[in-house]
């Protein structure tokens, strides 16, 4: 998949607006594509985004006074201006075209650096690119590349892991990863939920309490992944953070670690799971996004990267 890419364009003298992804603590992953257009002799780089719900009000909780912090701490620059929490206004979660157009105002170029919010239609999403040239960051550009190695000729099996809750979005998507994967494992609390009767998807069988996927589907799902040629993960087994629901994760993620695959995961749980067991350095490529990663290799696109084709 080409995206218009940062080496394409020459940024000396401009202002330009960058997306960023502020949720779930992901400072770094932004930094690179901030370097690289401060070094490029960007006049201004202006950094937007959003933390937590506010639907569209502001809640004092949720500013990004405290992340401003951080970033200046971590970049030495006068060059960089900071927005407020975008989803103060409620035009953004509506994808307001005045909204996006009065963003858009404020540069000469834009740039998508938030993979992980790119399955919203949000106006700093897709309403932006409309109004100013535009392309994908660093960061949103190695997201692509590297999960579509798991959709463009991926070595088999391939095998796909969904836990966590959520069930009304990531049931669905398993209808479409069955027609991907020579496998898809569910655990977390989806089995509850299930109604689905498809040959090469294996629910698990739960605890009595609940919390945690039994020893007997724990061992089914370590001999699959043992034979997985490329493995994808997003969602924990069951209540990893507590004692008596981590075993089906840390099992599950150790199988992962040991495996010879190309290792895919993500989701800000999975994450702290791996980070938790001491295991996320053994992965090959850790995402950004949760759902958005998943609607990715579920549909092959997101509407932040149509935006940006």
């Known amino acids: 998949m080409k995206l218009p890419a940062l080496s394409d364009f020459n940024f000396s003298g401009k202002k ?10 992901r400072l770094k992953e932004n930094l690179p594509t901030i370097r690289y257009l401060l070094k490029g002799g960007s006049k201004e ?6 933390l937590g719900r506010p639907e569209g009000r502001v809640v004092e909780d949720l500013r990004l006074a405290p992340i401003e912090e951080k970033f200046r701490g971590l970049l030495d620059s006068k060059n960089i201006i900071f927005l407020e929490n975008l989803r103060f206004d409620k035009r953004e979660e509506e994808n307001d075209e005045g909204f996006a157009k009065e963003l858009a105002g404020m540069g000469d170029f834009y740039v998508n650096e938030a993979f992980a919010s790119s399955h919203r239609e949000h106006a700093s999403i897709v309403g932006i690119p409309k109004f100013l040239p535009h392309c994908a960051g660093l960061r949103f550009a190695s997201e692509v590349e590297n999960l579509s190695k798991v959709l463009e000729n991926p070595k088999k099996p391939l095998v796909f892991i969904i836990g966590g809750a959520k069930p009304e979005t990531k049931l669905p998507l398993i209808a479409e990863f069955v027609r991907k994967a020579d ?3 569910v655990g977390g609390i989806l089995p509850k939920f299930q109604n689905l ?11 009595e309490d609940g ?9 089914e799902f370590v001999e699959i992944i043992k034979k997985a040629g490329t493995v994808v993960w997003n969602g924990p087994m069951g209540k990893y953070e507590e004692p008596g629901g981590s075993e089906g994760t840390r099992r599950i993620g150790e199988a992962i670690a040991n495996s010879d695959a190309f290792k895919v995961v993500g989701g800000g749980d999975t994450i702290a799971a791996l980070k938790k067991f001491n295991l996320l350095d053994k992965m090959d490529y ?7 990663m998943l609607e990715f290799l579920a549909k092959g696109s997101l509407p932040g990267i149509t935006a940006l084709k």
Do not use: Q
Not at 197 to 207: E, H, Q
Not at 286 to 292: L, Q
């Open 183 to 185: 496998m898809v494992l």
């Open 286 to 292: 850790v995402s950004t996004g949760g759902g958005a």
């Open 211 to 219: 919390f945690d996927i039994n020893s007997e589907s724990i061992s």
């Open 197 to 207: 009767k498809l040959k090469n998807v294996l629910f698990a069988d739960l605890t």
């Open 45 to 50: 780089v202006i950094l937007m985004g959003h």
């Open 16 to 25: 330009v607006l960058v997306r960023c992804d502020f949720d779930g603590g």
